[in-house]
């Protein structure tokens, strides 16, 4: 493994999604247990897309089901994003996540908080805003630990290039629902209001056709309308990107050309 500091945030290269899973693994247990020692609860929210799968089908596993067997009970799980589809829709955020770990670790469902992605977008936003402020106690929510993936149009959770919530990323607006035009289709996402606020970022990113959007998130000097991830910064806690040797590959050329 390589590691090294850029923008504020560790960058830690494995050698393929595996590898990069396993270490997540163990992060993700980390902080679940150190989470419940100081504050009595674990709260994390869980990326979409693919690459969080292989983590999810990892901590479902024996090995995990037994260091994180007491952890569950007082875990609450919660999305960055989601796609406006009902939660047994393929595309659904909530039911990847479902099959792949939820379904097979012993989280009470009550804990289990997903956004309503069948509901009417705006209103699917205020409902779960509401119920943000309700189980955290406060209008804007500190994650214990943020699981975030990166697109290959560097997006991250459901704020794409020149996204709105780019310009206002002072509001205290803790989530929202945007049309994504390339997608003809509704979004609900966190806010970097959120996603900056907690404790632990985790950025999840493999694969070849991520080597030139990351390299240009890390090349960005400062905030870039079209490189949403670079927006992406620990306000007090700590963030890491767990990259693989092909999503690194355009970043190490241009460190070996410095
Ligand atoms: C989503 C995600 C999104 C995802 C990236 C990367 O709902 O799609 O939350 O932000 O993390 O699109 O997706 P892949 O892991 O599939 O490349």
């Avoid at 290269?13 to 992060?27: C, I, M, P, Q, T």
């Avoid at 950025?203 to 056709?209: K, N, P």
Wanted: charged share 25%.
């Amino acid at each position: 493994m390589k590691t090294f500091e850029k923008n504020g945030a560790r960058i830690e290269v494995w050698r393929d999604l595996a590898e990069l899973s396993a270490r997540a693994g163990g992060l993700f247990t980390d902080i679940a247990l150190g989470s419940i020692k100081v504050r009595g609860r674990f709260s994390v929210a869980l990326s979409g897309g693919s690459t969080p799968r292989a983590l999810f089908e990892l901590l479902a596993d024996d090995a995990h089901q037994h260091t994180l067997a007491r952890a569950w009970a007082s875990t609450h799980v919660f999305w960055t994003d989601e796609r406006c589809v009902p939660p047994l829709d393929p595309q659904s955020n909530y039911r990847m996540a479902h099959e792949a770990l939820l379904s097979r670790v012993p989280v009470p469902a009550k804990q289990v908080h997903r956004m309503r992605g069948e509901d009417e977008p705006e209103s699917a936003a205020e409902s779960y805003a509401s119920l943000l402020e309700r189980e955290f106690g406060a209008r804007v929510p500190v994650f214990d630990l943020i699981l975030l993936g990166m697109g290959t149009d560097a997006h991250t959770a459901s704020i794409f290039p020149r996204s709105p919530l780019l310009k206002d990323s002072s509001g205290d607006q803790t989530i929202a629902a945007v049309y994504v035009e390339k997608l003809s289709a509704y979004r609900l996402t966190l806010t970097l209001r959120v996603l900056n606020r907690a404790r632990n970022i985790i950025f999840l990113v493999s694969g070849a056709e991520k080597a030139e959007p990351l390299r240009k998130v890390f090349a960005a000097a400062d905030k870039d309308e079209d490189l949403p991830a670079r927006w992406v910064h620990a306000e007090a806690g700590e963030l890491v990107w767990q990259v693989d040797e092909e999503a690194a590959g355009e970043m190490q050329k241009e460190k070996g050309k410095g």
